[in-house]
């Protein structure tokens, strides 16, 4: 059995990213994890190897901070799921290059619609918190929650994690033929 196309939401530390790779292994065949993460410092390069380890070496590893769609495009074939961690890397990786996020985001929602093996998707659900106090983080704040709007839309199924429960915003409607 193939897990389905899915976007995994949740905050810092809620256990979407474990989740999700519990996903993944659903597959039978490859797993792809293509992985946002630029190791900026030390911290961030631990837990880059944290995530790493984690999952083992049974991964085909792609690291890239931008071309999201082109690697789905690229990568996607029947047998093989491809998993996305995560897109609030993704989409500061975009905005500090000065990239245009909706441009940007249309694509990667492209790619996810003309993928030919199931991809899911990591991101943080940032909206819940306190406002931003610098512009820089209420634009970002901003753009992640239209990401994530966009991507739903997209996707047959999302997922909301909180302390490493799920909770199925959005399934296929099975009942229809």
Not at 12 to 25: D, I, M
Not at 31 to 57: C, F, K, N, Q
Not at 128 to 142: M, Q
């Amino acid at each position: 059995m193939s897990p389905e196309t899915t976007l995994v939401l949740g905050g810092a530390r809620s256990g979407k990213s474990a989740y999700a790779e519990r996903l993944a292994r659903e597959n039978d065949g490859e797993r792809v994890y293509l992985a946002t993460a630029t190791a900026g410092d030390g911290e961030m390069s631990e837990r880059i190897a944290h995530h790493r380890d984690r999952r083992g070496p049974d991964w085909i590893t792609v690291e890239e901070p931008f071309a999201l769609a082109e690697i789905v495009r690229r990568e996607s074939r029947p047998g093989r799921v491809i998993l996305v961690d995560c897109l609030t890397l993704w989409l500061s990786n975009v905005m500090l290059a000065g990239r245009d996020v909706e441009a940007e985001t249309r694509d990667l929602c492209a790619g996810i619609l003309s993928s030919s093996g199931p991809v899911i998707l990591v991101s943080n659900e940032v909206g819940l918190g306190l406002v931003p106090e610098t512009p820089l983080g209420r634009r970002f704040r901003d753009a992640q929650g239209r990401l994530n709007q966009e991507v739903a839309a997209t996707v047959p199924r999302v997922v909301f994690v909180a302390a490493g429960l799920p909770l199925v915003l959005k399934q296929p409607d099975r009942t229809s033929a």
